[in-house]
């Protein structure tokens, strides 16, 4: 096996149930194989990070790592009498997202961004 090293901002490290790491294309959603999926992104603006979308992983959850920059995490409530939870991210912060939670980003300014979890199930759905 020849080693390698892998730009995560390129690719994504899929770590597999049978405990195989391979380096392959990033996706938004799983393919049903159980892998975890870890990738860096550089982001300049909202756009980049689907703010005008909630996002849900109902197989896992998810950690979001701000390795620089800034960036808020909002948390849709359960309840619509609910507020919604912001979580504010700086360099080398994470949060962890609940399973199943919807959630979305906003930037504060550009920003390296890591996410780890499970793709299987991911949904999306406009703001």
């Known amino acids: 096996?020849?080693?390698?090293?892998?730009?995560?901002?390129?690719s994504a490290l899929h770590f597999g149930p049978g405990g195989d790491v391979h380096a392959?294309?990033?996706?938004?959603?799983?393919?049903?194989?159980?892998?975890?999926?870890?990738a860096a992104f550089h982001v300049e603006t909202d756009a980049d990070v689907h703010a005008d979308h909630w996002e849900m992983h109902p197989e896992a959850d998810e950690a979001v790592?701000?390795?620089?920059?800034?960036?808020?995490?909002?948390?849709r409530p359960d309840s619509p009498?609910?507020?919604?939870?912001?979580?504010?991210?700086?360099?080398g912060g994470a949060v962890i997202v609940p399973r199943g939670r919807w959630h979305r980003l906003e930037l504060d300014?550009?920003?390296?961004?890591?996410s780890i979890g499970r793709r299987d199930g991911t949904r999306l759905e406009a703001r």
């Not at 096996?1 to 390129?10: G, I, K, R």
């Not at 392959?24 to 870890?38: E, I, K």
């Not at 009498?81 to 360099?91: I, S, W």
């Not at 300014?109 to 890591?114: R, V, Y």
């Open 1 to 10: 096996m020849t080693t390698t090293p892998v730009d995560l901002f390129a």
């Open 81 to 91: 009498d609910d507020a919604e939870e912001v979580v504010r991210l700086r360099g």
């Open 24 to 38: 392959l294309a990033r996706q938004m959603t799983g393919n049903g194989s159980g892998a975890w999926h870890v």
């Open 109 to 114: 300014s550009p920003s390296d961004l890591m």
């Open 65 to 75: 790592c701000c390795l620089a920059g800034g960036v808020r995490v909002h948390l």
